[in-house]
């Protein structure tokens, strides 16, 4: 486990013997890698896994009165519920990492910092996306900020609260305390939670989404290991989660583009 430099007790669970972090694993799994992998087969545009479903009984999935894709941002939510009931049954958690405003004090210039080149380099990687690929007229460079102002405003007052937080607290609050165990090294910590985060977005269907939430995944979770503040990792998220769309990215991470 990752020791919390603001100071926010945590108390150790017991060793896991080895069925248990057997068990730890494919639980992790499950959770996060092939629950969003089942997502991404639901959604697809293609409908290549139609015929699975099919055969399992499950196949009124894909007559749905809706698009499936509506359903992603509904499961997040659903499965963030369940996460934090999890972590409030668990004794050995502290409560105050869901918060930790602490955490956020003590890093805060580190984020605003680090954000400034982040910015700049994203800044560009949309300009070239928008010259170099065929984007969907109304999602090009900077097209928000020109084109649609108050998507931005709405972006703003909900993004934070409806997307970054629940995915903070599935993806690191929740995976640092259940899986910090069996990962061992803070590195290695790390390397597989961004690599969770990025799955995640496996139902968006674009490797463009996976280019950019991996060096995301690594950011927050650093700041996470570091803070132990779920708000902390929620701020970051939510600065660059609301900058991507503000430059123009933010069409690769949005339920819309799926299947454009």
Known sequence: MIDAPTG?????PPPLGGI???????EMIGLFFVLPAVAALIVDPARRAEGLFQSIGLGAL????????RLLLPLLLLFTVAVVAWLMLDRTFDRRQLWNTTGLRREWRRVATLFVPGAVLMLAVAWAADRFLDMPAGFGFLSL???HPLWLVIITIFYPWLSAYPQEISHRTFFFHRYGSILGPASVLIAVNALAFAWLHAPFWNLWAFALTLPGGILFAWTYARSRSTLAATVEHAAYGWWAFFTG???????GSIGS
């Open 8 to 12: 926010a007790a945590e108390s150790e």
């Open 20 to 26: 248990q972090r057997i068990a730890r694993w494919v």
């Open 62 to 69: 894909f007559d749905l009165p809706f698009a499936t894709k």
């Open 145 to 147: 900020p020109r084109h």
């Open 249 to 255: 990215l933010g069409w690769f991470l949005y339920t």
